[in-house]
């Protein structure tokens, strides 16, 4: 772990964003983070808390027990060493946490400091307790380097512990101010992150380091704030304008995953969707024509549980928790209305990743095709695209909870596959009328397998005579009915009776148990 640059500078001024920034999701999670924030009552709290009011806003009144509280009592007069620790509440249910303090030393880490996040969480690990990180550090603390750099109960222990937790418990992480140099690996280690636009961000080296080392001239927000790494790295999952917005979110969140690895997530009343009316055409027929697949996600899960991961990230791919007649499942759909759905590097990330959360906390899957495949190209080609599509196709196949799959529109090529195809042993593979599966479209299967032919046709008639004809050939080797004759698809299912219908698989799975194991575990495509 990379030293902070000072362990003198002056405690950091809170940076109030311009606005405050709802949730990038959907409106449903708006309203529900929302809720969840007037029931804390944190209309009254500045955009940046001190820590103990972080703390106030998280957990359950009066459930807060901390360990370590005279660390560093009568020495170096650095309260608690600038991190607190403990386990409280939250809807009742027992967490760990940790709550770096900007207020002392810029909550940079030392010796005690380390050793008080080590021991939280062994005790996360052999408890099985979730832990949620409320993350504001400048990183270590130079003139304690010999402290929490290079000896067992250092960073390097923490970091481990981290790596060991997951999929194990939760780990939940709002980034309410800095995450510098190393430790800017604790929020990545975490399962969600949620950041507070203006304070918080996450760089391996300061704008100032980097113009020394690499002569690139930037911004911190640039480099490392809360909407790049929204938006533009991945690593940030969801912008907040304030503390009490991330919290209140985490808060939410924790609601959807079990406390472990051991349990299922928990049941709540179930509610009917909004909007329930499915309109004609929301799916059009057109697989060239638009559509925003957010609109059916709203009219399948219960009302105003949509809880979307990364939305603003790989915007081509939607992934997110819901609730499905008050059970709670994992949304991989593709959007239409963004890159026409295909699958490009960002997006098979954060389909694998996500995919992989919901196996480990036990959530079923449910696959919304509407796909033309994997992007191709020769850009695409050198990031590495068949590399990262495969950590996709790894990850959902590897996946044992309940996985159910619905060919929306159009399925075609290995994005059909990653996509849960037949072949990966769904529970079932639901079709709505609209929908159509093969290696590519009609026209485009005909221009493959007949360009001299076409190219040769230098009547103009003819030539489209010739092609509509091929097409048509085609259409009829992909008809819906001959797939169900197949047994490709299980049901062909009207848009309304969707939500139905999948309820049904849902309870039909309920008694599902995992394979014991057969190896330690796959070789995962980097």
Wanted: glycine share 10%; proline share 6%; aromatic share 6%.
């Amino acid at each position: 772990m990379t030293a902070a640059e000072s362990d003198t500078a002056a405690m950091p001024e809170p940076v109030a964003p311009a606005a405050p920034t709802a949730p990038g999701g959907r409106e449903a999670v708006r309203a529900a983070t929302a809720s969840v924030l007037t029931g804390l009552d944190a209309g009254r709290w500045p955009s940046k808390l001190p820590v103990r009011d972080r703390l106030a806003l998280l957990l359950d009144e009066d459930s807060w027990i901390e360990d370590g509280l005279l660390a560093n009592a009568g020495r170096d007069d650095l309260p608690a060493d600038g991190v607190l620790t403990g386990v409280g509440r939250v809807e009742g249910r027992r967490v760990a946490v940790i709550a770096h303090d900007y207020t002392v030393k810029a909550g940079s880490w030392g010796e005690l400091g380390c050793e008080k996040q080590v021991r939280i969480l062994e005790r996360a690990y052999r408890d099985l307790l979730p832990v949620v990180y409320l993350v504001d550090s400048a990183g270590g603390r130079l003139n304690d380097q010999m402290g929490f750099f290079p000896g067992r109960r250092g960073a390097s222990r923490i970091f481990h512990l981290q790596v060991r937790l997951s999929g194990r418990v939760p780990q939940i992480c709002c980034l309410l101010g800095p995450s510098a140099a190393g430790g800017a690996y604790m929020p990545a280690f975490t399962d969600w992150v949620g950041m507070v636009e203006g304070n918080a961000s996450m760089y391996l080296a300061s704008p100032r380091i980097a113009e020394k080392v690499t002569g690139e001239v930037t911004t911190l927000e640039e480099m490392g704030g809360a909407r790049m790494h929204a938006e533009v790295s991945g690593c940030g999952d969801e912008v907040f304008g304030t503390d009490g917005e991330a919290i209140a979110a985490a808060r939410l969140l924790l609601g959807y995953l079990p406390g472990s690895y051991r349990e299922r997530p928990a049941a709540v009343a179930a509610s009917a969707p909004e909007p329930a009316a499915w309109p004609d055409g929301l799916v059009p027929e057109d697989p060239n024509a638009s559509y925003d697949v957010l609109d059916v996600i709203d009219r399948i899960v219960d009302g105003g549980s949509f809880f979307e991961v990364k939305p603003r990230w790989a915007t081509e791919m939607v992934t997110g928790l819901a609730r499905l007649d008050g059970e709670v499942v994992g949304i991989v759909a593709n959007q239409p209305s963004v890159r026409s759905g295909a699958i490009f590097v960002d997006s098979a990330d954060k389909a694998a990743r996500f995919i992989t959360l919901c196996d480990a906390f036990n959530v079923p899957l449910v696959f919304l095709q509407d796909v033309p495949g994997f992007m191709v190209g020769a850009a695409v080609e050198r990031q590495g695209i068949i590399r990262h599509g495969a950590k996709m196709v790894t990850a959902m196949a590897s996946a044992e909870v309940p996985r159910f799959t619905v060919v929306l529109r159009k399925a075609y090529a290995a994005g059909y596959y990653a996509m849960c195809a037949p072949g990966f042993e769904p529970r079932a593979t639901l079709a709505l009328p609209t929908a159509t599966i093969g290696t590519m479209s009609p026209e485009a299967s005909v221009n493959a397998m007949y360009a001299n032919r076409i190219a040769g046709l230098t009547d103009a008639a003819e030539r489209a005579d010739f092609v509509a004809r091929r097409v048509a050939e085609q259409e009829a080797e992909m008809n819906l009915l001959r797939m169900g004759a197949d047994l490709v698809v299980d049901a062909v299912v009207e848009p309304g009776d969707l939500r139905a219908e999948l309820i049904r698989r849902l309870a039909d799975a309920a008694g599902w148990e995992r394979t014991r194991d057969h190896r330690h575990h796959s070789v995962s495509p980097v």
